[in-house]
């Protein structure tokens, strides 16, 4: 991480060392009212954002994130990422989902608006060992 934005550098570190009994103290790093969006949920509410988080480490085991960069520009800034966790669910190695994410921060610097971009399909779907070929079929088909 490159930035020496104090904010964000709470940021970051809050989310690279996040774990489940982290998930009750998201408040200390968005308002109230912060509003998130990623590939599966849209919500709005600190409260709503927690469950979010709960999900994450009831479903997955080691989920953890690696922030790569940041670029902060007034009280908006941009962190690429690195997920990596293990399914509960499959026998699989740990799993790397690549992706960004957009924060819009409030005047106390916690965060206020939180958008990910990552691609579902390629990034988790074609991973999963039954639908991952039919996405993978799907995808070589879309581009011949």
């Avoid at 968005?30 to 999900?55: L, S, W």
């Avoid at 941009?78 to 690549?98: K, T």
Wanted: charged share 30%; net charge neutral.
């Amino acid at each position: 991480m490159n930035s020496r934005d104090p904010r964000v550098q709470r940021i970051v570190q809050r989310f690279e060392a996040l774990q489940p009994a982290d998930v009750e103290t998201l408040g200390e790093i968005y308002t109230d009212d912060a509003r998130f969006k990623d590939p599966f949920n849209e919500v709005q509410g600190v409260a709503a954002i927690r469950q979010i988080f709960r999900h994450m480490f009831v479903s997955l085991d080691g989920p953890r994130f690696v922030i790569r960069d940041v670029v902060v520009d007034g009280d908006q800034c941009f962190l690429s990422w690195d997920f990596l966790f293990r399914m509960r669910r499959f026998r699989q190695d740990e799993q790397c989902i690549r992706g960004g994410t957009h924060l819009r921060l409030a005047a106390d610097g916690r965060i206020a608006e939180h958008r990910d971009y990552w691609d579902a399909a390629e990034e988790l779907y074609e991973k999963l060992p039954a639908i991952g070929a039919l996405m993978r079929w799907l995808k070589r088909r879309a581009n011949s």
